[in-house]
């Protein structure tokens, strides 16, 4: 498994466990012994949970899937640290070469009110899903695909909406903001079509309910600053400024457009 | 859901919009303690330049209106802009408590700084100190030696007292800290964000809470060191009971204004 390794690490490891939504939970302890340092994390709980199916105990519950950090499907709070220590990487991109031999690894579920754990460190984010339903889209009229480069764009206007647009919805936002809001997420999806021609049309309608439906689950932004630490796609809180500044004008521009909601 | 009320109304059923008034009122609040610092020099120049100063502030816009009437309307102004600051912080921090979880095993902060994670008592407290500031040197409750109309008087007999000297240098120490976060996060709120001028952002509001910090602190500071001192006398009384004096009455309307 390591043939390039720089050795291996023998570990302990805080694992929160919890049956199920109504469970209260508690943090287990497990050792684990001779994990490559070439490991992705995901992959030390793999091994963890091959040795607990063995030995025929419960694995940990945790969600993955591409693996490679584009898919926003994982998130674990390590150390008290949204997607551990290393900066700009999902839970799927950090190794263990992060970390030390003998080293005590805390391994928390993200916790916020609309996050539910489902069980152990899975949660349940569908009140991102309703805050994309809301608004996170654009409406075309399909058929014949239209011609390329008809509608022209800015350079700096396709940049930016596209480093908004790296977000992957994993909740580390949420996860990491000590108010448990999710205007990091919520901006990022706003602007990354407000920014653009494409996104003009529904803009005004767009901001206000998505930013409204964001206020049903989550808490409210102090600029703390911690979401753009937490996110592994390094999304700027720029993007909140400007949505703060998008919804007081689409307030007013939706009172005039009397009703496109 | 609540009905949404008419526009502008509507913005304040939302946090975003309650972020606003947030924002607006802390830079009205700014505003006035930048002036409230600045005019409190006058200490400087003496009990009577001191005196003079206020009278000033009651005799702003005289040649419109009555006295005192631009005076009360500042500070009607004012309460209006804490009550809002307040309350909007009230059912802000409401909102996130109840959206928040916490972590069981603790969590670290990486962005956010002692100031941010504060504000919520550093603001009580400053809300606290107002309070006690004009029962202080606007009522004159806990001050035996008040004299209404010698604002230089009240300061000394005030903070020649070592605990409540203490106690004004503490609270205008979470008041630099406060507005050390505030006058940053505000820009944000109001949505003021451009590449150029974003790292100006935060040295404004060093600057400001510096400046804030030092002029606000050195009036406790240098009346204990006995440097802002008239001796337990009342220059400001003494020269308007002579003035009364030459101009032969027996205290009238001038010991009136006192």
Redesign the interface.
């Known amino acids: 498994m390591s043939a390039t390794g720089n050795g291996t690490l023998n570990l302990r490891l ?1 694992v ?1 466990r919890q049956d199920g939504p109504g469970d209260a ?1 508690r ?1 287990e302890t497990y050792d684990v012994g001779g994990i490559s340092s070439d490991a992705s994390f995901l992959e030390m709980l793999d091994v963890l949970n091959e040795r607990l199916t063995l030995e025929g105990r419960e694995p940990i519950t945790f969600e993955s899937d591409c693996r490679e950090g584009i898919c926003g499907t994982c998130g674990l ?1 390590i ?3 949204a997607h551990g220590p290393q900066k700009g990487t999902a839970t799927c991109q950090l190794h263990m070469r992060e970390f030390s031999d003998g080293d005590l690894i ?1 391994v ?1 579920p993200w ?5 539910e754990v489902i069980r152990d460190l899975a949660v349940d984010r569908t009140a991102l899903d309703r805050i994309i339903a809301a608004g996170g889209y654009i409406s075309v009229n399909t058929g014949a695909a239209p011609d390329a480069n008809l509608v022209p764009v800015p350079k700096e206007a396709a940049e930016s909406a596209f480093d908004a647009a790296a977000c992957i919805g994993c909740g580390a936002c949420v996860a990491a903001c ?4 999710a205007q990091l997420f919520t901006a990022a999806k706003v602007q990354h079509l407000n920014l653009l021609p494409q996104g003009q049309p529904e803009r005004w309608a767009r901001t206000e309910a998505m ?2 439906t964001m ?1 049903q ?10 979401c ?3 996110c592994p796609k390094e999304i700027s ?2 993007f ?9 004008r689409a ?2 521009k939706n ?1 005039k457009l009397a009703g496109q909601r | 859901m609540r009905r949404e009320l008419p ?2 109304l ?2 304040y059923q ?7 008034v947030m924002a607006l009122t802390g830079l009205a609040l700014l505003g006035f303690v930048l002036v409230h610092m600045l005019g409190n020099l006058h200490l400087y120049d003496g009990p009577w330049e001191t005196h003079e100063y206020a009278e000033t502030l009651r005799d702003l816009g005289t040649e419109v209106i009555p006295r005192t009437w631009v005076l009360w309307g500042l500070r009607i102004g004012l309460i209006a802009a804490f009550g809002l600051h307040i309350h909007s912080a009230y059912s ?1 921090t409401r ?18 700084n002692y100031a ?2 504060t ?1 919520r008592w550093t603001g009580p407290l400053v809300g606290l100190f107002v309070v006690y500031h004009l029962a202080d040197l606007t009522w004159g409750h806990f001050n035996p030696d008040y004299i209404r109309g010698d604002p230089y008087h009240n300061v000394v007999a005030s903070l020649s007292n070592l605990p409540v000297a203490i106690w004004y240098i503490v609270a205008n120490v979470a008041l630099a800290v406060h507005i050390y ?1 505030g006058a ?2 505000m ?7 451009s ?1 150029r001028w ?1 790292p100006l952002r935060r040295r404004l509001a060093q600057a400001f809470a510096t400046v804030i910090l030092v002029g606000n602190l050195s009036f406790p500071i240098l009346v204990q060191a006995g440097v802002i001192d008239d001796g337990g006398r009342s220059v400001v009384r003494e020269r308007l009971e002579q003035a009364d004096h030459a101009a032969g009455q027996t205290p009238g309307p001038t010991g009136g204004m006192l």
């Open positions: 805080r929160w939970g943090f709070m150390n008290g640290r805390t928390e916790r916020a009110g609309s996050f000590p108010n448990s809001a930013v409204e206020e689950f989550f808490g409210s932004c102090t600029n703390h600053g911690e753009e630490e937490a809180i720029d909140i400024a400007w949505t703060n500044r998008d919804y007081v307030k007013l009172r | 526009w502008p509507n913005l939302s946090a975003v919009g309650k972020k606003w802000l909102m996130s408590r109840s959206a928040d979880r916490r972590y069981a095993g603790g969590r670290d902060y990486i962005a956010a941010s994670r504000m976060h940053w996060s820009f944000q709120s109001l949505g003021i964000n590449p974003n």
